[in-house]
């Protein structure tokens, strides 16, 4: 007599599992196929195409009626299992009717996890899962908007395939890059940039707080930043769990997912699971090849054969619309490993190899994948790498090859890309002039002034020559930032202006870095370039800074702190005193030495201390000095008109003034300024990165003094009349010098290579371009100029202390 | 033996480090990566420079006083310079840091 199987879900899993049942033995069992979905097994990876219009519905169903009437199965479509009876072996569906079974095999899958957000019951709040959502997609094209909460591979198809019917969409990511468990950041931000030519706004980083609507409809997301998401369609894309609710409810053993064992039995012997629905050994699952493993195993055990399912190392090839990526093994987690990377910006490609004791243990690839089997291969076997260490990276075709041009990233360019910022000259004028016989760099200059002003773009314009020319141009030898990467600072320094690069994974890929993440040399500098370029898209990251900068105080030889408080152009009072004699009272604080600065420094302080210090000085009005950091130092004044006898102009208020409008700036080396009352000189503006001599008829601004390890008196810039213009000219010059120096060189040094002549062109001849500098700093300083002491004290004070202290626990 | 859960991962900025008080001096906890931490002896062997207020780059730390580079790994110096710092286990799970109370407690304090 024929036994009855009963089927909960006709999904990929248990659809895969009864062909291979009915391969077997065809007249085994009588099978009723239940699916709460009002149709049969279709394709389900295949919705993203019919998503895009590339397919039908019908192109991807896999079992039609005829596939089930040939194979005596008796379908319930539309229908769902509510209740099971394990003792008399009965199953009752949802209008009442109770089936008994002999084997029962569950396929139920997964349900989408739908954030509880407030709102999230609207209409229009979605999930990606079946043909109903990709239908509701569908109906979307040009003039809606979409928002899609999840940047893993199921919410970029989603954004993907309605970007490509015209429809505004928006992708929000919690995490710092996309697809996160597949790729690193390197490769997750090849991949945002692909996205983003597709038209699709990306934001990562970004937290939803509430889904707003209007008629019970959804109208917006709302982020915790503030951040208003206009959408008529809200797609939640976070992940899936496993649908488990019917089993636990029938008594059966559930964790996260429905417990089976290696025969895919469950803790009922005549119970069987299969597909995204099971939890096997600690794992579940939610990609097909492993289900379909699975599926052979459920046959053969409803044969009663022998049969083992074994997890294996899983590889995610993947195309995401149109960009290829690769990942495979374990490519984040642990020490004792070691990276292999290679880069090529002109293609966009990036390759990550990570190896663990001459093994190879992980992969990720983005743009040229065609290598991803062969390491995937070398993953599972565990092949020993030592002998082809050195060319792994160029994969199995390699054999003499080539390594990364280190010109690729000029290469790489655009025509339009700007790269002589002083006459705004383009790639493409310079490929022009050479094409028509320029053939070295004085006839480039002449031909179209590029270089011939400032000249540190001169690096820049050598290697569009030699990308133009080839070997027949001979390149000088310059020097490199570190090890990391083949260009000069002033060579990084254009393209990331030139290339719009706005995040230290850019850089990294665009410019060809050698290693994943720089070095204590390359990092700092970057991460100023990006700040002082883009102050509104980038933000500052204190861990690519020095100690000093990144706690705010000075690192002593001991491992204490100074603390060094500002006193806005040297003046104080009595009220601030106190409150500094009481905080090193407080604080046990060794010393206090007035500085050469004009002001006070509290040596000695712990760590631990510092932002309760911070929080006492911040109590009485006074902030971080800066004394610590690549930016804006003091500014030192004399007593100039308020008391002296030959005070010419209000030296001491103009320095006041100048300290709160430069203050929390930050520079390519210390920017140390003095306001002297007469030429007298008492403040030593003469030896200051920008000082003012006050005179009679107005305010004579100078540059380029240092009085450390070498002594060097200013040189007068020019003369203004009056405060207002002081101010507008200093600003000026301190962004100039932002925008354009090296890092770690000071006024004087940056002056020496651009001319003192070519800043006199930029800031005092050009009224318009001194006024454009002078606002830029300003935007730059609506985020900089704030206390960071007081943000440490009130948010990050925990960063301070220790993380645990073991110092009992671990003495027993 | 059961290991010490010594507190989140997350509360290590990424490519930055946090120090856990041990009967052994202070250990450095550094977080290379999303869900990669390693744990040295704070001390750096040149001038005793805290390691953990260091620059985290790859799975190396740059010490913040006189700018000697320690492989995380191994705990070795690297280029020119000649050191080495004591290296502890440390696991990441479920987004804790555990730690090996034995391994803390049976090394002699360096
Ligand atoms: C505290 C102070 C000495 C004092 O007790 O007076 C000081 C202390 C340090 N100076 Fe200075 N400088 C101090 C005024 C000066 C001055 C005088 C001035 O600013 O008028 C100069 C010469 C002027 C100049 O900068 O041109 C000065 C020229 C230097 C230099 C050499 C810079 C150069 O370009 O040659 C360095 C090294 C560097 O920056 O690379 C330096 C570096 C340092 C550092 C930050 C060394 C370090 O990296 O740890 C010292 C920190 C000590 C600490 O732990 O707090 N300090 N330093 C002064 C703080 C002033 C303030 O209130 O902020
Ligand atoms: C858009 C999209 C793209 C994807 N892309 C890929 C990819 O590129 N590569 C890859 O490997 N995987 C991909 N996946 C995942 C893959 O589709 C799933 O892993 C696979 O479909 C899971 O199969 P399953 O049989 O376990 O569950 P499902 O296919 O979900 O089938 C379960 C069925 O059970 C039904 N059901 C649930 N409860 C009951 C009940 N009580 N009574 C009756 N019926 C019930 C459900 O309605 C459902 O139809 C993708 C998934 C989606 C949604
Ligand atoms: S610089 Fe001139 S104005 Fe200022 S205190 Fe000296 S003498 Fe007086
Ligand atoms: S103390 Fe670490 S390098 Fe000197």
């Known amino acids: 007599m024929k036994q009855n199987l009963i089927v909960i879900g006709a999904g990929m899993a248990s659809g895969r599992a009864l062909e291979q049942l009915f391969a077997a033995a065809p007249d085994a069992y009588d099978v009723t196929l239940f699916n709460a979905e009002p149709r049969g097994n279709y394709d389900r990876i295949m919705l993203s195409p019919v998503l895009a219009g590339d397919k039908t519905y019908e192109d991807i169903i896999i079992h039609d009626s005829q596939w089930y009437a040939d194979n005596n199965v008796t379908c319930r479509f539309g229908e769902k299992i509510v209740a099971i009876d394990r003792v008399v072996k009965t199953v009752t569906a949802d209008n009442g009717d109770v089936l008994p079974y002999d084997k029962l095999v569950f396929g139920t899958g997964s349900n989408p ?43 970029l198809e989603a954004a993907a395939g309605m970007a490509a019917h015209g429809v505004d969409v928006t992708v929000v990511h919690i995490m710092g890059h996309l697809m996160e468990r597949q790729l690193d950041e390197a490769a997750g931000y090849l991949l945002k940039k692909s996205l983003e030519e597709k038209g699709i706004t990306v934001l990562c980083g970004a937290n939803s707080k509430e889904i707003k609507g209007t008629d019970g409809k959804v109208s917006a997301l709302m982020l915790d930043d503030g951040t208003e998401l206009p959408c008529d369609l809200l797609v939640m894309a ?149 002998d082809m260490r050195e060319t792994l990276i160029f994969g199995p075709s390699y054999q003499g090859g080539s390594t990364v041009d280190p010109l690729s990233a000029v290469a790489a360019l655009p025509l339009d890309a700007e790269i002589c910022g002083c006459n705004g000259i383009c790639k493409g004028t310079i490929v022009e002039a050479i094409n028509d016989g320029a053939g070295d760099l004085a006839a480039v200059r002449a031909s179209t002034k590029a270089s011939a002003s400032c000249g540190t773009c001169t690096g820049l314009v050598e290697q569009v020559l030699q990308v133009t020319l080839g070997d027949s141009f001979q390149m000088p030898q310059a020097q490199p930032v570190c090890g990391c990467c083949e260009l000069t600072h002033e060579d990084v320094r254009r393209l990331i202006k030139a290339k719009e690069l706005k995040s230290q994974a850019a850089v990294w890929q665009e410019l060809g870095w050698k290693t994943v993440n720089g070095c204590h040399v390359c990092r700092p500098a970057i991460n100023y370039y990006l700040l002082a370029d883009w102050p509104i898209e980038y933000q500052d990251d204190p861990q690519s800074r020095f100690v000093n900068e990144r706690k705010h105080a000075n690192i002593q030889k001991d491992g204490t702190y100074s603390v060094v408080p500002r006193m806005w152009g040297g003046i104080t009072t009595p009220d601030e005193l106190r409150a500094i004699a009481d905080a090193a009272d407080k604080y046990n604080v060794p010393t206090v030495k007035v500085t050469g600065g004009q002001r006070i420094d509290l040596l000695g302080v712990k760590g631990a201390d510092l932002p309760s210090m911070w929080y006492d000085l911040n109590q009485a009005g006074l902030v971080s000095g800066h004394a610590y950091s690549k930016g804006l ?36 080396h210390k920017l140390k300024l003095a306001v002297s009352g007469c030429p007298r000189n008492c403040a030593e503006a003469t030896c200051k990165d920008i000082g003012v001599i006050c005179v009679d008829s107005g305010y004579e601004i100078h540059v380029g003094g240092a009085a450390g390890m070498e002594i060097i008196g200013t040189v007068v810039l020019c003369k203004v009349e009056t405060e207002d213009q002081a101010m507008e000219m200093i600003s000026a010059i301190t962004q100039i010098y932002r925008e354009n120096a090296k890092y770690l060189d000071r006024v004087h040094k940056w002056i020496n290579k651009v001319g003192l002549e070519w800043l006199k062109e930029q800031v005092v001849d050009d009224a318009e371009q001194r006024k454009a500098l002078a606002d830029r700093f300003e935007l730059s300083q609506t985020i900089y100029r704030k206390d960071p002491w007081a943000e440490h004290a009130k948010e990050k004070s925990d960063i301070y202390q220790p993380l645990a202290d073991l110092t009992t626990e671990a003495a027993e | 033996m059961s290991w010490i859960d010594v507190g989140a991962i997350d509360d290590i900025p990424l490519r930055g ?55 995380l790994e191994s705990g070795e110096a690297q280029g020119a310079d000649d050191g080495q710092i004591d290296t502890f286990s440390v696991r990441v799970k479920d987004g804790r840091i555990l730690m090996n109370p034995a391994e803390l407690g049976a090394r002699s304090a360096a």
């Open chain 1, 113 to 155: 996890f739908i954030i509880p957000l407030p709102g999230h019951d609207l209409d229009g709040v979605i999930a990606y899962r079946d043909l109903e959502d990709t239908q509701l997609m569908m109906a979307k094209g040009k003039g809606d908007k979409v928002v899609v909460i999840g940047g893993g591979l199921l919410g």
């Open chain 1, 238 to 386: 976070v992940g899936i769990r496993p649908n488990i609710a019917l089993a636990t409810e029938a008594g059966l053993a559930t964790g996260r997912g429905i417990h089976v064992d290696d025969q895919m039995l469950t803790s009922d012997e005549n119970i069987l699971g299969v597909g995204e629905c099971v939890e096997h050994d600690g794992a579940v699952f939610g990609l097909v090849a492993p289900l379909y493993d699975q599926a052979k195993v459920v046959a053969k055990t409803l044969l009663g054969e022998e049969a083992k399912f074994t997890q294996k190392t899983l590889s995610t090839k993947l195309k995401v619309t149109g960009c290829d990526l690769f990942s495979a093994g374990d490519f984040a987690e642990g020490p004792g490993r070691e990276d292999i990377v290679f880069r090529d910006p002109a293609r966009g490609v990036y390759k990550r190899l990570v190896i663990e004791g001459d093994k190879i243990i992980g992969a990720v690839m983005y743009g040229d994948t065609a290598d991803g089997s062969w390491f995937f291969q070398m993953i599972k076997d565990g092949t020993e790498i030592s």
């Open chain 1, 633 to 668: 130092r003091t500014v030192k004044t004399c007593v100039g008109t308020d008391h002296c006898r030959f005070g010419t102009q209000d030296s001491t208020g103009l320095g006041i003034k100048l300290e709160k409008h430069l203050w929390g700036s930050w520079t390519p």
């Open chain 2, 17 to 71: 480090a946090r120090i856990v008080k041990t009967p052994l001096g202070c250990i450095a906890l550094f977080r290379t990566d999303e869900a990669e931490v390693f744990a040295t002896s704070d001390r750096c062997p040149h001038k005793g420079g805290p390691l953990s207020e260091g620059i985290v780059h790859g799975k190396s730390v740059t010490c913040p006083l006189h700018n000697w580079v320690f492989s």
